[in-house]
């Protein structure tokens, strides 16, 4: 690459990277020199604390260093204020001040142009209208924020009444491209800056234009709309974490969030089962539990209330866990400490809640980046051990999903651990307390860029498969992918088919799935109730020029799946993290929550919960599993349906008891679509620990039952209901 011009290595290098406005770096700089007392990764409120303190120091002293270097006119000092102003402008732009963040971008552009820096000025030209683009999002989407705000593409009510900042954009977009007229990055951020006010395409210049039907959905099962304000859940945030799941146990599923603000706490919704929910963090004692990027769900304690793993640290320093104790009466305790799983604090995105060993208690495989994966036995007295090095999973990476599944039915749940460049681990349990890496003989390595994963069974065939999706790292590769060109490999996810016969089959390109994706939150459910399992991708990366819409797909009977996304209006354009599926109102009908906003506290934007338009020809039936053998929450437990199906064909549709995804938590219960079959002719549920099985025969469909190990019968519980509200 030596012999190659400067505007050469910056196309090159633009296919594999984001142009930067976001100045999440920075601060992360900033918070790694600051001075923090050895206690700090165990202290959450010191944590937010050091952070507030560490931007504000840092931002200070650039603003020192400028103010020394004012009078100066030295090439070395030009140099250096145009550094220094390009830091200033990062760190505005982090926390959502375009004004003063393009000001200050001014100024690196006029200490690059004195430079005669070119391909320098050409990349600030394209910042400065990334941040005039923020700027409107700003004081239109987020400001003057309706339900079809951001949602992609942008109708009527969506489009910008606040126009000078995209204005200002278009102008600087125009210049860039004026030199550089293939760049896809800036050629997508155009078309788009157009369509903010209601000029897309026919304002976009003809040769710069990124044609509307590479994104028409090629089928429509109806428009999901954005019920979130109208339920109560005023949520307006980073990104973080989701679990929706009953956790005072009224049968209605409750919401808890997190976020990746330190200085921000869990936020706890009770469902009030009337079409509302109600703030009750502080009456749960959830208000000084601070941060976190990830959470998940359990019963690690077989006491029939589900608790709280809350994690913390990825892409920071090492942070501690949270581990939240349910009372029953409404709070949680934080047990972190005295369970054994404060210390190490680690880098932590992930982790999964399985029974390993099949003693009846949930035991904990996290995740860490950069430091060796734990395996925490359940010593089942309120503590854990851990027991990675001896199992033979303390491998290190940069992890970002685990998830566990037994994918060759052997009765012992095994390991998927999703890797950031590096091969991804496959650990097959030998039930005997170790596992072995087979992911290479298995062939499921890849991609080399994997962030969320799950197993389920796409295909009812009765062996779960295994989905990885990938976090390509370019705007240029999401575009490249919607016109059909050619992307590398390591940016397109992977879907294993299991063949049933202890290997996996890699049919992502038969699935229609072989594209570029930027995936960082992910789950799976059924939203057309028809048995086979869709799966929705929130997108994104930190900087504010990776506006790309989420994504919704939907499965064709196990042989494909569709891309709905803009048919189905659930294409929102700000940034994804935990996703979760889950019948919010007991009507049978799987919502989708999105937890939305970025990585910056500039980033902040509403979460979703996006209503289902509602397929009530499709029957369906919910079945909660309480183990007594098996441990309380039924983790690993697996529930076969036979169906006759309406051509006559009996059908079988199957699930596995799992938080769905490794970024969200869906509810524990299982909800599973039927089609249009009108009766289950047989009902069949496996337990790992006691190695039984259940068969009930004949069940009515869409109602909500409960199913105890060894009962001889089932349990038909009475949910309560409510109607969503159909307009906004």
């Known amino acids: 690459m030596g012999g190659l011009s400067n505007q050469s290595h910056a196309i090159i290098d633009k ?28 202290n ?14 840092g931002l200070k002293d650039f603003q020192d260093e400028l103010e020394d270097l004012r009078n100066q006119d030295t090439k070395k000092s030009v140099y250096l204020k145009m550094l220094g102003y390009k830091d200033v402008a990062q760190l505005w732009s982090y926390q959502g001040d375009m004004p003063r963040a393009i000001e200050n971008f001014g100024l690196e552009y006029k200490y690059a142009s004195a430079l005669g820096l070119s391909d320098k000025q050409l990349e600030i030209e394209e910042q400065i209208g990334i941040s005039y683009m923020r700027q409107g999002e700003n004081e239109n989407c987020r400001l003057r924020h309706n339900v079809m705000s951001c949602i992609f593409p942008l109708c009527r009510e969506a489009q910008y009444t606040e126009t000078l900042p995209s204005e200002n954009a278009i102008r600087h977009f125009l210049e860039y491209l004026s030199r550089k007229p293939d760049d896809l990055e800036v050629r997508w951020l155009l078309n788009l ?12 210049p003809k040769k710069y234009v990124i044609p509307p039907q590479v994104f028409r959905s090629a089928e429509d099962i109806g428009a999901f709309t954005d019920v979130a304000p109208s ?5 307006f945030d980073m990104a973080g974490g989701v679990i929706i799941d009953d956790f005072d146990n009224d049968g209605l599923l409750d919401i808890v969030v997190s976020s990746y603000d330190a200085g921000v706490s869990l936020r706890y919704f009770h469902n009030n089962g009337n079409g509302t929910f109600s703030d009750r963090t502080e009456q749960a004692g959830l208000s000084e539990q601070l941060g976190g990027l990830n959470m998940i769900q359990t019963d690690y304690n077989n006491d029939g ?7 913390r640290g990825a892409w920071e320093e090492p942070i501690r866990k949270s581990l939240l104790r349910n009372n029953g009466d409404g709070t949680f305790t934080d047990v972190t400490r005295e369970a054994g799983l404060a210390v190490p604090a680690t880098r932590c995105p992930s982790a999964v809640w399985a ?23 359940n010593n089942r007295d309120g503590t854990f051990t851990d027991i990675a090095r001896r199992a033979g999973v303390a491998q290190s990476a940069f992890t970002k999903g685990v998830v566990a599944g037994d994918y060759d039915n052997d009765g012992y749940s095994d390991i998927y651990v999703s890797n950031l460049g590096a091969n991804n681990f496959l650990y097959h349990n030998n039930g005997d307390g170790t596992f072995t890496n087979v992911a290479r003989p298995l062939q499921v390595e890849q991609p080399l860029l994997s962030f969320p994963a799950w197993f389920f069974d796409y295909n009812n065939d009765g062996w779960l498969d295994l989905y990885v999706s990938a976090f390509a790292p370019s705007v240029t590769q999401i575009m490249r992918s919607y016109l059909g060109l050619a992307v590398p490999q390591n940016s397109m996810p ?37 048995g086979f399992l869709d799966f929705y991708l929130g997108t994104g990366n930190p900087s504010y020029a990776s506006l790309i819409p989420n994504l919704l797909f939907r499965n ?5 799946f569709t891309d709905i996304t803009t048919s189905s209006g659930t294409g929102t354009l700000q940034k994804g993290h935990g996703v979760a599926f889950a019948d919010i109102n007991n009507d049978g009908q799987e919502e989708i929550f999105c937890k939305l906003g970025g990585a910056t506290p500039g980033d902040r934007y509403f979460c979703t919960l996006y209503r289902n338009p509602g397929h009530y020809a499709n029957n369906w039936i919910t079945i909660k599993l309480v183990g007594v053998k098996t441990n309380r929450a039924a983790l690993g437990a697996r529930v076969k349906l036979t169906v006759t199906a309406h051509n006559g064909k009996r059908q079988d549709i199957y699930r596995t008891v799992t938080s769905g995804g490794s970024f969200g938590a869906s509810p524990l219960r299982q909800h599973v679509g039927i089609g249009k079959a009108s009766r289950i002719d047989a009902l069949e549920v496996w337990w790992p620990t006691s190695k039984t099985r259940q068969v009930f025969h004949n069940i009515d469909p869409n109602q909500f039952i409960e199913v105890r190990e060894f009962a001889s019968s089932f349990v038909r519980l009475k949910y309560p209901t409510f109607a969503m509200p159909q307009k906004p």
């Open 15 to 42: 296919a594999y990277s984001t142009t930067n406005v976001s100045g999440e770096s920075v601060a992360e700089y900033l918070f790694r020199l600051f001075k923090k007392p050895p206690i700090y990764p165990q």
């Open 44 to 57: 959450l409120q010191l944590i937010a604390e050091a952070r507030r303190r560490a931007l504000a120091s």
């Open 193 to 204: 800056t157009n369509m903010t006010l209601g000029k897309y395409p026919q304002g976009v």
């Open 231 to 235: 339920l109560g859940l005023n949520l």
């Open 305 to 311: 209330w589900l608790d709280i793993l809350v994690m």
């Open 355 to 377: 029974d390993f060993d099949n003693d009846g208690w949930a035991d904990l495989f996290v995740g860490n980046e950069f430091s060796p994966c734990q395996l925490f036995h």
């Open 494 to 530: 992977r879907l294993y088919r299991n063949t049933g016969k202890g290997t996996f089959e890699d049919v992502t390109a038969e699935a229609g799935l072989a594209r570029a994706v930027m995936t960082m939150g992910a789950n799976f459910g059924d939203v057309d109730n028809d």
């Open 556 to 560: 064709h009977e196990g042989k494909y």
